[in-house]
């Protein structure tokens, strides 16, 4: 299991690309009712949008795109609108993979999978399974996805893999359990839609994450918001917990 390194065991190598860019794609609902279209269509336009910023990610050199869409406090939406996420999920897998496989991208569902009826869950696997050896840009889809969720799940299945470790474990021994073991820290997180929250996404691996936010809608994402949000990236300082002046040395 290639596992990278922890940004609070070791400094990061800093790149002027992010490797990683972790994004809440927030806003479709107010993206619609702005136009006067029920919730929804803003959803159907955000997944536009996601293929998009996946072909801009590959152009400028990004290696992990990892994309929020249903945080496991999601179900506490209207039925219907669960429902047609649900089902625009199942399309998108559907009409989508064959063409993520033609352009060398690796797809990986993160989330707990068990509140996901089988259709949906078998559609998951085989887009995973088609995709696995893909090494361009690998696209992560957080869906029933908590950061709290991803937590708990991995001391359990650290507990449960090695029960001695119930006396003391340190960051390393949890990181192998955690749903992003494949992946460095993200570099870079975007979040769109006016809001300046974390939302319960990535809570572990975004201890040392650029925060980025951002007014427009997901929806309204386009080529010159992302740009945006790239040259802000590229000027920060990234200390990891040094000064300035050590950086300069
Ligand atoms: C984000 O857009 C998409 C999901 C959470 C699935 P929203 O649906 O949260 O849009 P707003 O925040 O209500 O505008
Ligand atoms: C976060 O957006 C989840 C996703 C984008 C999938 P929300 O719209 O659900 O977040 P809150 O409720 O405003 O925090
Ligand atoms: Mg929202």
């Given at each position: 299991?290639?596992?990278?390194?922890?940004?609070?065991?070791?400094?990061?190598?800093?790149?002027?690309?992010?490797?990683?860019?972790?994004?809440?794609?927030?806003?479709?609902?107010?993206?619609?009712?702005?136009?006067?279209?029920?919730?929804?269509?803003?959803?159907?336009?955000?997944?536009?949008?996601?293929?998009?910023?996946?072909?801009?990610?590959?152009?400028?050199?990004?290696?992990?795109?990892?994309?929020?869409?249903?945080?496991?406090?999601?179900?506490?939406?209207?039925?219907?609108?669960?429902?047609?996420?649900?089902?625009?999920?199942?399309?998108?897998?559907?009409?989508?993979?064959?063409?993520?496989?033609?352009?060398?991208?690796?797809?990986?569902?993160?989330?707990?999978?068990?509140?996901?009826?089988?259709?949906?869950?078998?559609?998951?696997?085989?887009?995973?399974?088609?995709?696995?050896?893909?090494?361009?840009?690998?696209?992560?889809?957080?869906?029933?996805?908590?950061?709290?969720?991803?937590?708990?799940?991995?001391?359990?299945?650290?507990?449960?893999?090695?029960?001695?470790?119930?006396?003391?474990?340190?960051?390393?021994?949890?990181?192998?359990f955690l749903s992003m073991h494949y992946a460095p820290e993200p570099d870079l997180f975007i979040r769109t839609g006016?809001?300046?929250?974390?939302?319960?996404?990535?809570?572990?691996?975004?201890?040392?994450?650029?925060?980025?936010?951002?007014?427009?809608?997901?929806?309204?994402?386009?080529?010159?918001?992302?740009?945006?949000?790239?040259?802000?990236?590229?000027?920060?300082?990234?200390?990891?917990?040094?000064?300035?002046?050590?950086?300069?040395?």
């Amino acid at each position: 299991m290639a596992l990278f390194a922890s940004s609070t065991k070791n400094i990061p190598d800093a790149t002027s690309v992010p490797r990683h860019i972790a994004i809440i794609m927030d806003g479709n609902g107010r993206w619609a009712k702005k136009r006067m279209m029920p919730r929804v269509m803003g959803h159907k336009r955000g997944v536009e949008i996601v293929r998009d910023v996946v072909r801009q990610c590959i152009d400028c050199g990004v290696e992990y795109l990892t994309l929020f869409a249903f945080s496991s406090e999601n179900w506490r939406r209207p039925p219907d609108e669960v429902k047609f996420l649900m089902g625009l999920f199942m399309e998108a897998l559907q009409r989508e993979v064959a063409k993520l496989h033609e352009n060398q991208i690796r797809l990986i569902m993160i989330g707990d999978r068990s509140r996901f009826d089988t259709k949906l869950v078998a559609a998951i696997e085989a887009g995973e399974a088609l995709t696995a050896n893909n090494t361009r840009l690998t696209l992560t889809i957080a869906a029933n996805y908590g950061g709290r969720w991803d937590m708990s799940n991995a001391v359990q299945n650290m507990l449960q893999a090695d029960p001695a470790l119930i006396n003391g474990f340190d960051e390393l021994d949890l990181a192998p359990f955690l749903s992003m073991h494949y992946a460095p820290e993200p570099d870079l997180f975007i979040r769109t839609g006016g809001e300046k929250r974390v939302s319960n996404f990535l809570l572990w691996q975004l201890a040392y994450t650029e925060l980025y936010f951002t007014d427009t809608l997901w929806p309204d994402f386009d080529r010159e918001a992302f740009q945006l949000a790239i040259t802000s990236y590229q000027q920060r300082e990234r200390r990891y917990g040094r000064t300035s002046e050590q950086l300069k040395a």
